[in-house]
């Protein structure tokens, strides 16, 4: 069901080990979130924290809890541990989900000018945060961008979207007249940092 990296099992499995037994199973959540960035939440549980409604796996050395909500999406899902620059933590990559109408991006110039600095500098400097950034619409000049996952409701994002995001977008392409965040913070269920 769930595959885990040679990397993400010697770090749950370290981290078990510093636990001193009090530690006895890995539990994921997956919140809401789209297909390409699942929203998600890895935690170290005790047995007693075990209920008879969740589904157990095995991990390769530990075992693994999954809820029975999450269970179907999680089918084929990968846990990875990832160090970046500055920044390290597990990663989860859901599998393609089959029947799912594709989503239409914006299309123009415009579009993939910035579609191009979200695919290969922002989403993965900011995917291990369990974030993502995506380009919604163009109208003209404006761009219309929604932040996901870590990013959602986190209290670092206005910053993140204004100072990073907005400057880079502008820099390369000093058409871009306004940037919208649509995001709607209010509802994001796993924020990378509260305020």
Do not use: W
């Not at 770090?11 to 037994?21: A, P």
């Not at 530990?62 to 970046?84: H, I, Q, W, Y």
């Not at 670092?156 to 502008?170: A, K």
């Amino acid at each position: 069901m769930v595959t885990f990296t040679d990397k993400a099992r010697q770090m749950v499995l370290s981290f078990m080990d510093q636990s001193e037994g009090e530690v006895q199973a890995l539990r994921i959540n997956l919140r809401n979130g789209s297909p390409l960035t699942p929203n998600f939440e890895l935690t170290l549980v005790s047995a007693d924290e075990e209920s008879p409604q969740d589904l157990a796996m095995d991990g390769g050395g530990f075992k693994v809890l999954l809820d029975r909500e999450s269970a179907p999406r999680l089918e084929g899902a990968t846990v990875d541990f990832v160090e970046r620059l500055n920044e390290s933590g597990f990663e989860l990559k859901t599998a393609p989900t089959k029947n799912v109408a594709p989503v239409e991006r914006p299309t123009g110039a415009i579009a993939e000018k910035v579609q191009d600095i979200l695919d290969g500098q922002v989403n993965p400097s900011i995917a291990s945060h369990g974030g993502m950034i995506n380009l919604v619409d163009v109208k003209g000049t404006e761009l219309y961008m929604e932040m996901t996952g870590g990013c959602q409701g986190c209290a670092m994002s206005r910053l993140t979207l204004r100072q990073g995001v907005e400057r880079m977008i502008r820099q390369a392409i000093p058409e871009i007249t306004e940037i919208h965040d649509i995001t709607d913070h209010d509802s994001g269920e796993n924020p990378f940092f509260t305020g």
